[in-house]
């Protein structure tokens, strides 16, 4: 994957108001995540953990992702993602099939039952994700907005 270039740094200090920004960045960056795992964990009895990789899978082609692709989309470690496909596995969700390209990687598959129980979640999610996020950017740009975090979480990209 190619780096993106140098960019030059910017020593001025912060304003008032971009201080402010990535103060409060950085307090929805955490609260967030606490507070929809605790809603789907509470009323869906399935943590976000799991909600997580059982979407991906659900988009993918094949309801199939190689587990280092898997663990990418769901910003873990390839040995956090196993640890979490193993307990998905245990449930019935997914199961772990050698890939077909090189036969030594692995690929996680969504089984029609882990594709139920995420139908199940899925309206306690939405629920959480409106109410905890999306309600409190009404009236704003939602496009501008996505494509400045788009270009924070991917520098050089200039698809957004």
């Known amino acids: 994957m190619p780096t993106a270039p140098k960019q030059p740094q910017r020593l001025e200090p912060l304003s008032p108001t971009e ?3 990535v103060r409060e ?13 605790a809603d789907i964990a509470r009323e869906a009895q ?21 587990m ?10 390839l040995s956090g993602m196993t640890r979490v496909v193993i307990r998905l596995e245990k449930q019935g969700w997914v199961e772990r099939t050698k890939s077909d390209q090189d ?8 089984t029609d039952e882990g594709l139920a129980r ?11 994700v409106r109410r905890n996020l999306v309600d409190h950017f009404e009236g704003h740009d939602l496009d501008s907005l996505t494509a400045a975090l788009r270009h924070v979480a991917t520098p050089g990209d200039t698809s957004g």
């Open 25 to 37: 960045l950085s307090r929805v960056m955490v609260a967030l995540p606490r507070v929809v795992d």
């Open 68 to 77: 280092n692709e898997l663990a990418a989309a769901c910003s873990l470690s």
């Open 46 to 66: 399935l943590p976000l953990s799991e909600y997580t990789p059982l979407m991906h899978l659900s988009e993918a082609p094949g309801k199939a992702m190689r």
């Open 103 to 110: 036969k030594r990687g692995c690929n996680a598959v969504l």
């Open 118 to 128: 995420l139908e199940r979640a899925w309206p306690t999610f939405l629920s959480s």
């Open 19 to 21: 201080d402010a920004f």
